[in-house]
């Protein structure tokens, strides 16, 4: 009896990834697992033991065994961020790391610069020792990645891929947590208009994809209203140059408009200070994403939308549900004044 319930025991243990990989977050009942393996239902629940001891399973009174989503190995989630430094990521990190400790699993994280050679060459690391899962903000999400291959062999070794803030299109089997930029450029274009602004202009990257969806929002809201903006007040810049490309639209910016959309708060602060710089500062509204302590720092302010949600602490909780087989779909998550 002994070594048949710790027989079934390593059988079903072995089976649990391939449960979690197709969606099944709950095991057969344990008249299911007796017919199937041919063992009494003491066996059964011995076996059932076993992995409820080792963590890999809960049993809920009433309802079955659920996948926990643990391993009896190394529990580690990678994140793959563009960077670790800017205003966004020290609390971007804090929620995900105390979401994924809350349930057993320590982090690694890597930091691509946001290029795609140093995501190749972390991706080719992660492949000779994949971790349980991993967790991603994509690098130029508006531009062809080359490095596609890659995440595809990451899943065929049964590790789960999701994407934070930033995804690529072509991986469409790779649920995303993202911020509903295409609403939120709409949601901060209108309230500049209804506060009676008609020149408004705009700094964005060209290479990703939030970018262009917050750019896309903003001309709807424009469109709506019959107020769309002289090509020349659209300004773009690239990720890998952002000063230059910031730079040059500031200095056009500043004397043809009455109030700016910036993608960011950083671009937002930095506007600000450039504008106060000047002998005669012109009256202009200054209006952001991400609401980071940017928005008040020193004698700065400038309206800035805020997440409904915080994204890090979703985005854990959505990588929690795929190890534990639950189904989950892409989602987005609302800007608010």
């Not at 590790?159 to 299109?169: A, D, M, N, R």
Request: neutral net charge.
């Amino acid at each position: 009896m002994a070594i048949k319930y710790k027989w079934l025991a390593g059988h079903l243990r072995e089976q649990l990834p391939d449960y979690t990989a197709n969606g099944i977050h709950r095991l057969p009942t344990e008249a299911a697992i007796s017919q199937r393996y041919k063992v009494s239902r003491q066996t059964v629940r011995q076996a059932l033991s076993v992995l409820e001891q080792e963590g890999l399973i809960e049993k809920r009174q009433g309802s079955g065994s659920y996948i926990t989503g643990r391993s009896r190995g190394e529990d580690r989630i990678d994140l793959l961020l563009s960077s670790d430094s800017a205003y966004l990521y020290p609390m971007l990190l804090h929620d995900i790391k105390k979401t994924l400790a809350a349930q057993g699993f320590s982090t690694t994280v890597h930091i691509t610069e946001n290029t795609f050679s140093t995501e190749h060459t972390l991706l080719q690391k992660i492949l000779h020792q994949p971790p349980r899962a991993l967790l991603v903000e994509g690098v130029k999400t508006a531009r062809t990645n080359p490095n596609l291959d890659l995440y595809r062999k990451l899943q065929k070794k049964k590790c789960p891929v999701l994407f934070l803030q930033e995804s690529y299109p072509e991986l469409t089997n790779c649920p995303c947590v993202t911020m509903d930029d295409f609403g939120g450029g709409i949601l901060l274009t209108r309230h500049l208009l209804a506060t009676g602004h008609t020149r408004i202009g705009a700094i964005f990257p060209a290479d990703m994809r939030s970018g262009l969806l917050r750019c896309q929002g903003m001309l709807h809201a424009l469109r709506d209203t019959g107020a769309l903006p002289e090509d020349s007040l659209i300004c773009w810049y690239f990720s890998n140059d952002p000063d230059y490309g910031i730079q040059k639209a500031m200095q056009k910016l500043i004397s043809s408009c009455t109030a700016i959309v910036c993608y960011n708060d950083t671009i937002a602060y930095a506007l600000c200070r450039a504008v106060s710089d000047l002998p005669q500062p012109p009256e202009i509204t200054v209006a952001s994403f991400d609401h980071s302590y940017l928005c008040h720092f020193g004698h700065t302010e400038f309206l800035s939308l805020t997440p409904a949600e915080a994204p890090g602490s979703r985005a854990a909780g959505v990588l929690l549900h795929q190890l534990q087989g639950i189904l989950v779909s892409s989602t987005e998550i609302p800007w608010k004044l």
